[in-house]
Antibody
Framework: DVQLVESGGGLVQPGGSLRLSCAAS????????MNWVRQAPGRGPEWLSY????????NYADSVKGRFTISRDDAKNSLFLQMNSLRDDDTAVYYC??????????WGQGTTVTVSS | SALTQPPSASGSPGQSVTISCTGT?????????VSWYQHHPGKAPKLLIF???RRPSGVPDRFSGSKSGNTASLTVSGLQPEDESEFYC??????????FGGGTKLTV
């Protein structure tokens, strides 16, 4: 089965850091562009970041540019999101998703990040 | 959210319901890349419609999409109890590069 499984979420203080992981299975991960999307409580999804195949191209939403870094390890079928300088409004469920930004055809179930003192 | 959806919609089993998604000429109205996603709480969101009206393999033809000007629509025909969930639209938006709607909770 095609599957994405996120991990690494948790409770972190404002200003802290967290690294999210996304394990892919059931498809050619190295041939797939990948994204991170988040959803804050009571709000719609927010696209955060994109990484192309071969890590040739990257893109970030203005809200996380300079604080978050997307990366991938094709040998381990894994996607990552390094999150620094976390703020209260970064509290959300974080999803990894496959595809170009405008058509996300596979999503994980998400990992919850709570930023609070 | 950048795209406007009605917060709720409802229908009885077997009926049809249409959910709207209104943007601007910089997103919905300007590109063919409108997608719709279905999300049951606690599960992975699922792609229902892409490129305005195309269905991925395995999505029933009860789900259909359309667009007119700056407004896209998702129609669910022959409502089934398992359709009760949250629906989100998204659109390519150039430099941003994708924006989502706030979601519509469908009650069957």
């Amino acid at each position: 089965d095609v599957q994405l499984v996120e991990s690494g979420g948790g409770l972190v203080q404002p200003g802290g850091s967290l690294r999210l992981s996304c394990a892919a299975s059931g498809f050619r991960f190295g041939a797939s562009a990948m994204n991170w999307v988040r959803q804050a409580p009571g709000r719609g999804p927010e696209w955060l970041s994109y990484i192309s195949t071969g890590s040739l191209n990257f893109n970030y939403a203005d809200s996380v540019k300079g604080r978050f870094t997307i990366s991938r390890d094709d040998a381990k079928n894994s996607l990552f999101l390094q999150m620094n300088s976390l703020r209260d409004d970064d509290t959300a469920v974080y999803y990894c998703a496959r595809g170009p930004e405008h058509t996300l055809d596979v999503w994980g179930q998400g990992t919850t990040v709570t930023v609070s003192s | 959210s950048a795209l406007t959806q009605p917060p709720s919609a409802s229908g009885s089993p077997g009926q049809s319901v249409t959910i709207s998604c209104t943007g601007t000429s910089s997103d919905v109205g300007g590109y063919k890349y409108v997608s719709w996603y279905q999300h049951h709480p606690g599960k992975a969101p699922k792609l229902l419609i892409f490129e305005v009206n195309r269905r991925p393999s395995g999505v029933p033809d009860r789900f259909s999409g359309s667009k007119s000007g700056n407004t896209a629509s998702l129609t669910v025909s022959g409502l089934q109890p398992e359709d009760e969930s949250e629906f989100y639209c998204s659109s390519y938006a150039g430099n941003r590069p994708v924006v989502f709607g706030g979601g519509t909770k469908l009650t069957v």
